[in-house]
């Protein structure tokens, strides 16, 4: 059974909004350092965004500083990844990750569980 499930992804057009899920069936999220990663095809792997147990957030700056915007829901039990006036070049498929409590990372390498990911395409 995976360890983190990821939802809410589709198929949108250009300046649409999305909402992703992450919720992990055998253990609570609200522990962890909960990060949000993507890869578009042919590419490598790029951070998104991140939050912290208390709440401190980073973001990839660059990319999605103003668009999306990471939380808790600590009724569901999930990390959230709202994402709005989405752009062709989100188009991606978005992993939802783990890491040990502490400060948000942008590595990659911080997380050690991850879900199997949800595809999120955009059309123009």
């Known amino acids: 059974q995976a360890q983190l499930v990821e939802s809410g992804g589709g198929l949108v057009q250009a300046g649409d909004s999305l909402r992703l899920s992450c919720t992990a069936p055998r253990r609570t999220v609200s522990w962890y350092t909960m990060g949000w990663f993507r890869q578009a095809a042919g590419q490598e792997r790029e951070f998104v965004a991140a939050?912290?147990?208390?709440?401190?957030?980073?973001y990839n700056v660059d990319s999605v500083k103003g668009r999306f915007t990471i939380s808790r829901d600590t009724v569901r039990d999930t990390v959230n990844l709202q994402m709005n006036n989405l752009k062709v070049e989100d188009t991606a498929v978005y992993y939802c990750?783990?890491?040990?409590?502490?400060?948000?990372?942008?590595?990659?390498?911080?997380?050690?569980?991850w879900g199997q990911g949800t595809q999120v395409t955009v059309s123009s």
């Open positions: 990750a783990a890491a040990q409590p502490g400060a948000p990372s942008a590595k990659a390498s911080s997380y050690g569980t």
């Open positions: 939050i912290s147990r208390i709440g401190t957030t980073t």
